[in-house]
């Protein structure tokens, strides 16, 4: 089984920066490709940014994702990076992770989101 569990939310002032992780979790595992998204308050969840699972790092603007290789074999961690953080950055942010189990020698996709994790950014 594939597990994710994210982390790094909380609350930060208008102009720093944050860091949140997703943890991905399991045994014969690949990733595909994974996305951040936010919801704010009211609103619709929003894709922010992404990365293949190759581990090649992607910036789009303010937003920074890149795989943590110092996991081990077991688990694998992408991270967000958002700089130049806005009181607009409010919001819950989920990872979506692409993949592929190999179960017996046969492989099944799968597509997981975390639990989300809220960040407030005060003015």
């Known amino acids: 089984q594939v597990q994710l569990v994210e982390s790094g939310g909380g609350l930060v002032q208008a102009g720093g920066s944050l860091r949140l992780s997703c943890t991905v979790s399991?045994?014969?595992?690949?990733?595909?490709?994974v996305d951040w998204y936010r919801q704010p308050p009211g609103k619709q969840r929003e894709l922010v940014a992404g990365m293949p699972g190759s581990g090649v790092s992607s910036v789009t603007g303010r937003f920074t994702v890149s795989r943590d290789n110092a996991k081990s074999n077991a688990k694998s961690a992408v991270i967000l990076e958002i700089d130049s953080l806005t009181p607009e950055d409010t919001g819950t942010y989920y990872c979506n992770v692409r993949g592929l189990r190999n179960i017996r020698g046969t492989l099944y996709p799968f597509d997981l989101w975390g639990q989300g994790t809220l960040v407030t950014v005060s003015s």
């Open positions: 399991g045994s014969s595992f690949s990733i595909d490709h």
